[in-house]
């Protein structure tokens, strides 16, 4: 067991899709991040409604309004500089330690939006920990401008821990997990969260927070990993009997090998008893054809020693 972090943050971002909304998702979890204060502007009193519906020790995070960084490009204008303070003050309501601005992948961070960055923090309140995720510079370093304002004003550097470490030293660490999956569709095997434990191990509060297509199942087998040591099972069988299981809801067929390793070689399996991974360790291993249905896969993979 890794839990080495002296806190550690596990949830999704959000809880709509999960049973029983947020009650349900808070019996669950005792972390969520709000996604939906990004695309729609959320009343101050449906925060309320919020807090009041979670746990007194149910911790939210909060993400920043696309206005602030997709229609204004953190240029801080007047109606983004609204848009941020409202989401300052919905951080306050709801206790949220933390602010996410997440900016688009086409815009790079150079003068402008240094200045209008600067500007923004004077809106922030001192108890409220900033990330900023800069999707344009996700991949190596950051531009040596951002990185010293980031040190400077104690910025988190917004990460996915299964893609690379934060590259500004800090006590918090803050990771949006997705994934190498296209438009957030993966699922995390064993290893994977392993090692997205011990990437953040040398923290003092890590806030890991799922959201993919799998989003509530890949944080709950996380924190079981880390309250037991041990993950849970992904399904209900194991082998080829587990592969069926996650391919019956939505493959179609006829599909070749190719396609269903495309389509669904992403989603998790339990391969025997104690080894969980992805369905393509299985879909790799049938013969080159298109298949008629699930049973001719199955019959595939008996017929070549897999059970």
């Not at 993950?231 to 190719?258: I, K, Q, Y």
């Amino acid at each position: 067991m890794g839990s080495r972090v002296v806190q550690a943050l596990v949830g999704a971002g959000g809880w709509g899709y999960f049973p029983g909304g947020l009650p349900g998702y808070a019996r669950a979890f005792a972390f969520a991040e709000v996604n939906a204060s990004f695309y729609r502007e959320i009343p101050e009193a449906q925060a309320r409604r919020w807090r009041a519906a979670a746990p007194e020790g149910f911790t939210f995070a909060l993400k920043a309004s696309r206005d602030v960084t997709h229609r204004d490009g953190l240029r801080a204008t007047p109606a983004g500089r609204s848009s941020f303070a409202h989401a300052i003050r919905l951080a306050g309501i709801l206790r949220a330690p933390y602010v996410i601005l997440q900016t688009p992948a086409s815009l790079g961070i150079g003068e402008r939006e240094l200045s209008g960055l600067r500007d923004l923090l004077g809106l922030a309140d001192p108890s409220v920990r900033l990330g900023l995720e800069a999707r344009a510079h996700r991949n190596g370093r950051l531009p040596p401008g951002l990185r010293s304002l980031m040190e400077d004003a104690g910025i988190l550097d917004v990460v996915d821990l299964s893609r690379g470490r934060p590259r500004v030293n800090e006590a918090d660490v803050y990771s949006r997990l997705f994934g190498p999956g296209p438009a957030n569709v993966y699922e995390f095997d064993d290893d994977e969260l392993r090692g997205i434990d011990r990437a953040g191990c040398d923290a003092v509060r890590v806030a890991f927070t799922f959201h993919g297509v799998r989003m509530h199942k890949d944080a709950a087998r996380f924190l079981t990993f880390r309250r037991t040591g041990e993950f849970p099972s992904a399904t209900r069988a194991t082998g080829v009997a587990s592969l069926e299981e996650v391919l019956r809801p939505d493959a179609r067929f006829p599909a070749s090998r190719d396609a269903l390793a495309r389509d669904h070689g992403w989603k998790v399996i339990d391969l025997d008893p104690r080894t969980r991974a992805h369905a393509e360790r299985l879909l790799e291993r049938l013969p080159a054809r298109t298949f008629e249905d699930l049973e001719a896969v199955a019959r595939a993979l008996a017929a070549g020693g897999f059970s």
